[in-house]
């Protein structure tokens, strides 16, 4: 399986740009790399996937270099109610659809 | 924007009842998924769900556990007689195409709590 490593906690302040980078040495070629969001008491939210290079949508831009042996999400500018867990999915390259999550990045954002 | 919806948001049973947790997923998706939470744990994958059909399930996922989709929108998730362990969120998820890449949209989750 495709195991993900993310740091446990991030913390930032307001307006500042926030980098979370995820490792993922063993993807699998047919793998696209997912991110999600999740407030306390919530559901996880799609944040953001790509495959390689980069993405960028509104919400926040995904940097994967040529080996996607780890991507790293960016959220520009943070306010306070970017506070939450983010996660970062990997398939297991068997196309499952069953989503694997870890234990994710807690992001505190101060003011 | 069209969301997932689940009720009640708050179960509380006792132990070695039957609760029915619902869903309504997006109208349009085809392919339906439970996950749960227990208290600061991870986000488990429990069954997914398509064509009226099992077509993945995790091991959390045994023979006290079923799912149907009694109606053309509702998606359910039984648990037939509860355990002190069953206390978790619970997450309803939908997807329209069902494919490793597509977006999964979560519901707010039901908290269930046994007693």
């Known amino acids: 399986l495709a195991k993900t490593t993310q740091p446990i906690s991030m913390d930032s302040y307001e307006g500042q740009e926030v980098n979370i980078t995820c490792s993922h040495n063993n993807i699998a070629t047919n793998d696209y790399i997912t991110w999600y969001q999740q407030f306390p008491s919530q559901g996880p939210r799609f944040i953001i996937q790509g495959y390689k290079t980069k993405v960028t949508n509104e919400v926040a831009s995904l940097f994967i270099p040529a080996d996607r042996k780890s991507s790293t999400l960016s959220l520009p500018r943070v306010s306070l109610s970017d506070t939450a867990v983010y996660y970062c999915l990997v398939g297991d390259g068997t196309g499952r659809r069953a989503l694997t999550f870890g234990s994710g990045t807690r992001l505190q954002v101060q003011p | 924007e069209p969301e997932v919806t689940q009720t009640p948001s708050h179960q509380v049973t006792q132990m070695g009842q039957e609760v029915i947790l619902r869903c309504v997923p997006i109208?349009?998706?085809?392919?339906f998924y439970w996950y749960r939470q227990i208290l600061g744990q991870k986000v488990e994958f429990l069954v997914s769900?398509?064509?009226?059909?099992?077509?993945?399930k995790s091991e959390i996922f045994d023979d006290q556990f079923s799912v149907e989709r009694p109606d053309g929108s509702n998606f359910t998730l039984k648990i037939r007689s509860t355990k002190l362990e069953d206390s978790a969120m619970y997450f309803c998820?939908?997807?329209?195409?069902?494919?490793?890449?597509?977006?999964?949209?979560f519901g707010p989750g039901t908290r269930l709590t046994v007693l």
């Open positions: 769900f398509y064509n009226n059909e099992i077509s993945e």
């Open positions: 998820a939908s997807s329209d195409q069902g494919s490793s890449t597509d977006t999964q949209y």
């Open positions: 109208s349009n998706h085809l392919y």
